[in-house]
């Protein structure tokens, strides 16, 4: 087979969950944008049904229809990004709650769906999504009076515990909802790591699902498993891949592996990456191409017919330090190539 395996451990997935929940104040939901991280929305999102969670959010309406479908009635699903227009049909035909994010939102949604329910999002101090404290103030006695089924704000900090903007954050949330009968939600993965005081109701855990930083102690999610192609020897002085960007200063076994750039094995990471072979690291040698990447194999006793690039050895946080970027950039660039196996 051509392509490369990426395996995915439910029961990791499942345990991650739990462990979440076992630090929670309150409930646990999950985040399951973006295809559940790269995952697959529908299956992940099943299992952390099975495990127990209720509440769901998405970025996008059309994410939310994706997760009803694959949850049936019963679970709630929020979506961030609120009532936008056009949303309406999509938003009563799969139950879906918009988190209302602006007067405008919150007008175009008590108009098209009265009565349907709504969540407020509040901005605390990121002016990325919700409303501003001036907006909300004018708009909260009308919105109680509508019953929102829940209020939250999201950190802009919370991977950094000793950052002021946490604290600031926390206090606005409390001035803003101070006083009311609401559900309410602030924390992430990062600000349920903060402890107690973050988790009101409900907490919104994504990350620390899917086996990544900032959550140390759950259980790596994903391994990934790419084919070897191709094996050459190659002569001191001559140069592989793109650019001639590597030159061989030894006589070199090398291993052409089926993934590439497109796949999302993002081209930066380039030699401070490795391949495993067991426990036995491979590196890699040249620029990585959009389909193939080339592997220095020469100190193996035999080369495998695969060589994995993510697991326990090197694990998503590992490889994201190697490409400059972060887990949630390496999960939610996986690829549509892979063949995607579902464990547990
Ligand atoms: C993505 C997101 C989350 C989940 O964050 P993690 O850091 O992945 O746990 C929670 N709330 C909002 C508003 C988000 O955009």
Redesign the pocket.
Known sequence: MGTATLTIDHSAIAANWRALAGLSAGETGA?V?ADG?GLGAAKVAQTLALAGARTF?V?VAEEGAAVRAALGPGPEICV?SGHMEGDADRIRGHDLTPMLNSVDQMLRHVEALPGHPFGI?LDTGMNR?GMEPAEWAALRDVDLGRAPSLV?S?LAC??EPGHPMNARQLHAFHEMTQGLSLRRSLA???GMLLGRDYHFDLC??????YGAH?FVDGTPVVSLDIPVIQLRDVAPGESVGYANAWVAERPTLVATISAGYADGLIRAMGPRARLFAQDTPCPVIGRVSMDLITVDVTDLDEVPSSLRLLGEVQGVDDLALAAGTIG?EILTALGPRYRRVHLG
């Open positions: 985040v944008k991280y959010f970025a961030f999002q999504l939250m999201h919370a991977d992430a993965t990062g919104r855990p994504g990350i620390g699902l900032p949630y």
